[in-house]
């Protein structure tokens, strides 16, 4: 083939000299084609699915809906080659024909009219993409488990499907491809290097599945800490928020027992990159693909993330800004109930402390606004504890805790504020910050009564004592 592939090369380029109304550009793009081409049956690579446009695909679509026409249209089987490619095409008021039970039954009739093996590729690909609806692809699957049996074709794509029947036309394919990649000790990435044919579909529902299925039970080995990058890198390829949820989830209960610092905070990073901020519950919120177990698994991953972000966002802050050593050993007793909104900071302190911290990452960036008008060393960070906000001012003593409901119209309306620092920071000036004043305090110093609401102030050596009282009195924690 490879040889035939290069004698086709040579013609291209004899072209040239024979017929002058051919680009240079042209033979180069054939060449190159032809070298790409090369590549791939050298590597046993299957070939990208052919894409089809928008409008072809709803041509044909619609082709196939008017009773009429489809007969007809349909009876050619380059018609019904394209056909094969939008199987799985739809819009908001058009339903995927591979996902409605009768439309695939009368398609699958269709192909059995005038079958030509090369439907087979285009099927295939749809299979894999309804893996998760078990009942049409059990109706696909059985139709094309019978046409790749019947298939003696040497083409060395059909002949990896049929050796490799036994992890494609069973419904639990995937889950015992998996296991037996476990079982062989085999890494990710030595596993898609020895089946190359793979490469285009790890997309697909079918390799969401496969992986998952690979994760549960790979995490169970010793050695998991070895393989959780290549399974990063695969959830990357496969590009599928339920998978990615789900192995996640596993992963960073695994790391919060026992992961080393180093891989947590490259677990850390990778979720909040890939699925984001936990504070956000739209972000990390499940589906109908979760049982109840994986639902319970996602928020306790998404508690555990919330934590270390926290965590490393409050040793900062109190750690290294505002080197409080008293409020950062404090705080640390509540990391678990906290959500961290807002951080504020002069422009001193970001061109001192934050531009140029390899510790602050997209966590700290997102929530990091400057503070205007405070003096040098001001800063000031927001966090929620349930249904109550506490702003927290920098400096020793330097200001009091604000603490008030949530709701509260004299709390600061971030998401109106359009006040921008050198056009990326948002910024607030510290008087709109401070919400009570004077005499509104949250613990009465002479009688130690609580409010629910007030400012609080540090008084040494008493002050732990009198918030943690307060905390557990009206937050219960």
Known sequence: MIEELNELTQQTARLRNVNHFIKKETIDKVKEAVR???TIIKNGETPPIEEISFRDSKFYYRKFINKKERGKFYSERRNLKKFSLILTFSTEHLTAIAKDSNLLKI??????T?????????????LLEIWEDKRNSTILRSFLRTKIQENQNRNQRIKFLRDKSNYFFNCNGASVWAQEVVNSEIDLQDFQENNPQIKNYLSTSYFSEFIVSYTYQKIREEDFELHFESIFNFLEQNKN?????????????????????????EIRQFAYEKIGDPTYESKWSSNTFFSENEKRDLEEAKDILNYWITEKIMDIFFGKIVQDTDRKEFWEKYLKVIRIDKIFVCPDIYYSEIRNDERIDSSFKERLGILKG???????????IKNYKFIEFGGYASGATQVCKSNNPRFPDFERITSYWNGS???VAK???VIFFQFENLVQAGTLEFYDEGRFVHLHGVWEERLESWLKEKLGV
């Not at 005038?114 to 749809?126: A, D, K, P, Q, V």
Request: glycine residues 10%; aromatic residues 18%; positive net charge.
């Open 431 to 433: 008087q709109d910050l």
């Open 374 to 384: 405070g003096g040098k060393g001001s800063c000031a960070i927001i966090f929620g």
């Open 241 to 265: 928020q339920t998978s990615l949820k789900k192995c996640l989830a596993k992963i960073i209960i695994w790391a919060n027992e026992f992961g080393t610092v180093f891989e947590k905070e």
């Open 36 to 38: 790409v081409l090369g």
């Open 107 to 112: 398609a699958i009739d269709l192909f059995k």
């Open 425 to 427: 920071f948002q910024s």
């Open 114 to 126: 005038n079958w030509h093996y090369r439907f087979i590729y285009g099927l295939f690909f749809t």
